[in-house]
């Protein structure tokens, strides 16, 4: 079964500054995606970037972009110039080609320091 | 577009009570998607549906847990009797078919047994 491992259960960055959040997964498939999600405190879940698993590129969303390390199994999110809006938490998800469901981590809440 | 609707927002409800959550998912979307998101156990997947259709639905905690899909447009996830461990919030998502689609968040139903 797959599984997501966020590692890091709270992070705190200054405003303005850049922050990394971690994910692992484990899968034995070779096409699949990768998404992070924010949940801020009003409970919506929001998607901030996705990843094809068979694009070699990293992708990128205006602030925020990953690092996508396939063979590692790591897709870890980085966040520039940090914004007190992005305080929240935050999931990484990944998901099987199709229309399966999500297999989300454990989480990370964020917080940023004016 | 109007986005995941999700009905209603807030319950509290007493145990024994019969609670029905409803969703409305974004028009042209074929794919369902209840989860559920506890402190304990975190977002976890109940049931999804393929074009109205159930196709996994072994997340779903016990016989006290239904699920319906009547229309396109339409589901419902229904506990009977509830009973305080099922408080946690209730998302429900869609998505239409394709390589690597978003699956989109309502807002969630936050339950509260007593």
């Known amino acids: 079964a797959q599984t997501v491992t966020q590692s890091q259960p709270e992070m705190s960055v200054q405003e303005a500054e850049t922050v990394t959040l971690s994910c692992t997964y484990d899968?034995?498939?070779?096409?699949?995606?990768l998404f992070w999600y924010k949940q801020p405190p009003s409970r919506q879940m929001i998607l901030v970037i996705r990843?094809?698993?068979?694009?070699?590129q990293n992708a990128t969303e205006n602030r925020f972009s990953v690092n996508f390390q396939k063979a590692a199994k790591s897709f870890s999110l980085k966040i520039s110039d940090s914004q007190l809006g992005d305080a929240a938490m935050y999931f990484c998800?990944?998901?099987?080609?199709?229309?399966?469901?999500?297999?989300f981590g454990k989480g990370t809440r964020l917080s940023v320091i004016a | 577009d109007a986005g995941v609707i999700q009905s209603p927002r807030h319950e509290v409800t007493e145990m024994g009570q019969e609670v029905t959550l409803r969703c409305k998912p974004i028009s042209g979307h074929n794919s369902l998607f209840w989860y559920r998101q506890t402190m304990m156990r975190g977002l976890e997947l109940l049931i999804y549906f393929n074009n109205n259709v159930p196709i996994d639905d072994s997340g779903m905690p016990e016989d006290r847990f239904s699920a319906k899909m009547p229309n396109a447009s339409f589901s419902t996830l229904k506990i009977q009797p509830s009973e305080p461990r099922d408080s946690a919030v209730y998302f429900c998502?869609?998505?239409?078919?394709?390589?690597?689609?978003?699956?989109?968040f309502g807002p969630g139903t936050r339950l509260l047994v007593l």
């Open positions: 990843q094809e698993a068979y694009k070699q």
């Open positions: 899968t034995s498939e070779s096409d699949y995606y």
């Open positions: 998800a990944y998901r099987y080609q199709g229309n399966t469901p999500l297999v």
């Open positions: 998502a869609s998505t239409r078919t394709g390589r690597g689609e978003t699956q989109y």
